[in-house]
């Protein structure tokens, strides 16, 4: 059985950053990050592929960065340069096959704020 533990997290400043970390059973065929306000559609974040490539929502690019540690299962998403707009529920997700269905964590808030 899959299992996916997500971390990080919290409270920062506008201009700060954060880590969220992912750490997943088995091998993946994706992983990454999405994003839900309350009311608004979850919308993809990051994500990186088995083969390294990574994609990013146009909102966070050179802001964010997703990256993988393949024998330790892990990924991280580095947040820099944080804004009020950033703050929403950051789901963890991977995705075991490209036919398989997602599995998702239990989500982190991620609250940007002065």
């Known amino acids: 059985q899959v299992q996916l533990v997500e971390s990080g997290g919290g409270l920062v400043q506008p201009g700060g950053s954060l880590r969220l970390s992912c750490v997943v059973s088995?091998?993946?065929?994706?992983m990454g990050w999405y994003r839900q306000i309350p009311g608004k559609r979850r919308e993809l974040v990051a994500r990186i592929f088995a083969t390294g490539t990574t994609n990013y929502v146009d909102s966070v690019k050179g802001r964010f960065t997703i990256s993988r540690d393949s024998q330790k299962n892990k990924a991280d998403l580095q947040m820099n340069s944080l804004t009020p707009e950033d703050t929403a529920v950051y789901y963890c997700?991977?995705?075991?096959?490209?036919?398989?269905?997602?599995?998702w964590g239990q989500g982190t808030q991620v609250t940007v704020s002065s």
């Open positions: 088995g091998s993946i065929f994706s």
């Open positions: 997700y991977m995705r075991p096959t490209l036919q398989a269905d997602m599995i």
